[in-house]
Nanobody, 127 residues
Framework: QLQLVESGGGLVQPGGSLRLSCVVSGGTLNFYAMGWFRQAPGKEREGVSCISSSGGITYYADSVKGRFTISRDNAKNTVYLQMNSLRSEDTAVYFC????????????????????WGQGTQVTVSS
């Protein structure tokens, strides 16, 4: 059974940084694109970033471009999301997910395109 487990969330002040990790077990992420999503209270889940299976292609939502960086280490079955210059509007539960194919779509990742999900990690940006 494929499992995805996120970690690294927490409480941070505006302008601070966090690094999220997503470890995959019970299967591989080597041949699949991976995405990060977030969901704030009362809002729909939204795509944040996607990385292709090789790591060579990445996409970001406009709201996080220049602040967030997605990366992956296939040998460790792990995907990362480095989040810098955090803002209060970044507060949400962050989820990682595995897509059913090796490439990202050209648009911001859509939840319906991903078939395996983690349980999420809470990120709170507040002073």
């Amino acid at each position: 059974q494929l499992q995805l487990v996120e970690s690294g969330g927490g409480l941070v002040q505006p302008g601070g940084s966090l690094r999220l990790s997503c470890v995959v077990s019970g299967g591989t992420l080597n041949f699949y694109a991976m995405g990060w999503f977030r969901q704030a209270p009362g809002k729909e889940r939204e795509g944040v970033s996607c990385i292709s299976s090789s790591g060579g292609i990445t996409y970001y939502a406009d709201s996080v471009k220049g602040r967030f960086t997605i990366s992956r280490d296939n040998a460790k079955n792990t995907v990362y999301l480095q989040m810098n210059s955090l803002r209060s509007e970044d507060t949400a539960v962050y989820f990682c997910a595995r897509r059913g194919t090796y490439f990202c779509s050209t648009a911001v990742p859509l939840p319906a395109d991903y078939n395996y999900w983690g349980q999420g990690t809470q990120v709170t940006v507040s002073s």
